[in-house]
C-alpha cells in the first residue's frame, strides 16, 4: 500500500464555517506534511509533522490548525477562512522526519472553495 | 524570494526524442533534489532524485543531472512517450540539521507535451 489518502476530494465552505481535511496512511511513515498549491502556482509547505509532533510551522495562519491524532493519521482544521484560501491542499507522508524529506508520497488533494 | 526556478514554463518534444527540463537553484543548503511528475486533478508522483554526493542518477527512461558548482540540475526522458505528458516540479531540501530541514521547496513547475 502506497497510497496517501485525503477526503473529501471536493469541499466549498463559507467563511464563517468550521470543517477539517482529512489524510490517511498505512505505509508506516512518520513524517507528514501539509502543503497548499494555488493554480499555476508549486506546491508551498504548510506545516511537518515528525513523530506525531508538529515540526515545522511556515508562518501559516491560526484559521488552519494541524492535528495529528496518530502516526497514520494528519487532520487540517480549517475555521473562518478567506475566499483566497481557496487552493489545492495536498497532504503527503516520508519515510523518516529525520532525514531529508526524500521521496514524499503525496495525496490526491482536497480542492477547497471558500465563499 | 524563489529559490528554485524551473524558467521554461513549457516544453513540446516528439515522440521518441529526448526531452530535457531544467531547473536551477540559489540556496547552497540544499543538499537533496527531486522530480515530481504531476497529472491534473493528482497528488505530484516521485520521479527521480539526486543527492549533492552524486552528479547523475539514472532510473529506466529517466536520467537527472547536477552541476552543483552551477546550482543546476536537470532532468533527462528518453525516449519520451505520449504517457509523460503532465506537469514536471523540481524540489530541493537542505541538509540535515538545519531549521529548515524535512523541507520541499518546489519550482513553478513545466509542462511537458510530447507528441505522437
Known amino acids: 500500500d502506497t497510497e496517501v489518502t485525503q477526503t473529501p476530494k471536493h469541499l466549498v465552505m463559507g467563511m464563517t464555517n468550521k470543517k477539517s481535511l482529512k489524510c490517511e496512511q498505512h505505509m508506516g511513515h512518520r513524517a507528514m506534511y501539509w502543503y497548499k498549491q494555488k493554480a499555476k502556482k508549486p506546491p508551498e509547505l504548510m506545516f511537518v509533522y515528525s513523530y506525531e509532533k508538529l515540526s515545522i510551522n511556515e508562518s501559516v495562519p491560526s484559521r488552519f490548525s494541524p492535528e495529528c491524532p496518530n502516526s497514520s493519521l494528519l487532520n487540517l482544521h480549517l475555521h473562518a477562512l478567506q475566499p483566497e484560501d481557496s487552493a489545492l491542499y495536498l497532504c503527503a507522508s516520508s519515510q523518516e522526519g529525520r532525514l531529508p524529506n526524500t521521496e514524499a508520497f503525496f495525496g490526491q488533494g482536497t480542492r477547497l472553495t471558500v465563499v | 524570494d524563489q529559490q528554485v526556478k524551473q524558467n521554461s514554463p513549457s516544453l513540446s518534444v516528439q515522440e521518441g526524442r529526448i526531452s530535457i527540463l531544467n531547473c536551477d537553484y540559489t540556496n547552497s543548503m540544499f543538499d537533496y533534489f527531486l522530480w515530481y511528475k504531476k497529472y491534473p486533478a493528482e497528488g505530484p508522483t516521485f520521479l527521480i532524485s539526486i543527492s549533492s554526493i552524486k552528479d547523475k542518477n539514472e532510473d529506466g527512461r529517466f536520467t537527472v543531472f547536477l552541476n552543483k558548482s552551477a546550482k543546476h540540475l536537470s532532468l533527462h526522458i528518453v525516449p519520451s512517450q505520449p504517457g509523460d505528458s503532465a506537469v514536471y516540479f523540481c524540489?530541493?531540501?537542505?541538509?540535515?540539521?538545519?531549521?529548515?530541514?524535512?523541507?520541499?521547496?518546489f519550482g513553478q513547475g513545466t509542462i511537458l507535451t510530447v507528441h505522437p
Open positions: 524540489a530541493a531540501t537542505p541538509r540535515a540539521g538545519g531549521t529548515s530541514y524535512g523541507k520541499l521547496t
